[in-house]
T-cell receptor, first 113, second 112 residues
């Protein structure tokens, strides 16, 4: 049973470009979480999704950021018109329905030049 | 006030020492609590859940005080391999679909 898969591991973008981060949850997991970790800081909650449904997006910036978890395929975190302040590690985690434990992917390190 | 608050440390202890970390949370309706471990900013991994009556897993003991909204983690007989950042995690609210909020972490360095 493969773990949570995130890709790419490293993503470099220039200011103004778009960044797409992908997350494939563990088999059988229907809930996905996205977290952001800035240098020297803790993990900040961004969004919590179920298949085709956003459960809680209270941690998402109001502009430029969006997330989806379609019926088929991975969850996508999309950042439009990236700025230097978006540079961070973005971690995805999944959990089975009703289970409280999170299983994390290895993260995507986004660097904005 | 932060939703989950931890002393960032670092805690520098010799091998074999006993060390305790504390965590406070702001949402009194929260029902689920965990400790995760993060090594060198890699992906966090679940260390243990925290139960109302307190629970132990080998050298690790977790305690919950609902009245004070306080969680603790005790590590006995510290090993070099225990060096890591320990993250206190609280499920927001009473629902089992509430978001999981992480504290900023407490860094432990175990020295030979």
């Amino acid at each position: 049973n493969a773990g949570v898969m995130q890709n790419p591991r490293h993503l470099v973008r220039r200011r103004g470009q778009e960044a797409r981060l992908r997350c494939s949850p563990m088999k059988g997991h229907s809930h996905v979480y996205w977290y952001r970790q800035l240098p020297e800081e803790g993990l900040k909650f961004m969004v919590y999704l179920q298949k085709e449904n956003i459960i809680d997006e209270s941690g998402m910036p109001k502009e430029r950021f969006s997330a989806e978890f379609p019926k088929e395929g991975p969850s996508i975190l999309r950042i439009q018109q990236v700025v230097r302040g978006d540079s961070a590690a973005y971690f995805c985690a999944s959990s089975p329905l009703g289970n409280e434990k999170l299983f994390f992917g290895s993260g995507t390190q986004l660097s904005v030049l | 006030r932060k939703e989950v608050e931890q002393d960032p440390g670092p805690f520098n202890v010799p091998e074999g020492a006993t060390v305790a970390f504390n965590c406070t949370y702001s949402n009194s309706a929260s029902q689920s609590f965990f400790w995760y471990r993060q090594d060198c900013r890699k992906e966090p991994k679940l260390l243990m859940s925290v139960y109302s009556s307190g629970n132990e897993d080998g050298r690790f003991t977790a305690q919950l005080n609902r009245a004070s909204q306080y969680i603790s983690l005790l590590i006995r007989d510290s090993k070099l391999s225990d060096s890591a950042t320990y993250l206190c995690v609280v499920r927001y609210g009473s629902s089992n679909t509430g978001k999981l909020i992480f504290g900023q972490g407490t860094t432990l360095q175990v020295k030979p």
